[in-house]
């Protein structure tokens, strides 16, 4: 069974920063590609940041300001983000090989 685990999440005020993590099991972490994601009410849920082994993308709105990064040993994605923004805020998502999916993180940016 395959599990993804969220947390970090939480009320954070423009500028400030956050990490996220999630933890997987039930999957060979090191061969998947991992992701996360974010969904705003109304909208689709959009990629942020995904890495491969060393390989990564970024949505261009968080270029600069978020990482991903990844630790096999632990079985664990990071997603560090800084200088966030109040269109930042959503549910963050971890996601494993674009198939498996965590039940989310809300992270909001508010004064």
């Known amino acids: 069974q395959v599990q993804l685990v969220e947390s970090g999440g939480g009320l954070v005020q423009p500028g400030g920063s956050l990490r996220l993590s999630c933890v997987a099991s039930g999957i060979i972490f090191s061969e998947n590609v991992m992701g996360w994601y974010r969904q705003t009410p109304g909208n689709q849920r959009e990629l942020v940041a995904a890495i491969a082994t060393t390989i990564t993308h970024y949505a261009d709105s968080v270029k600069g300001r978020f990482t991903i990064s990844r630790d096999n040993a632990a079985n664990t994605v990071y997603l560090q983000m800084n200088i966030l923004k109040p269109e930042d805020t959503g549910v963050y998502y971890c996601?494993?090989?674009?198939?498996?999916w965590g039940k989310g993180t809300l992270v909001t940016v508010s004064s």
């Open positions: 996601n494993a090989n674009r198939e498996f």
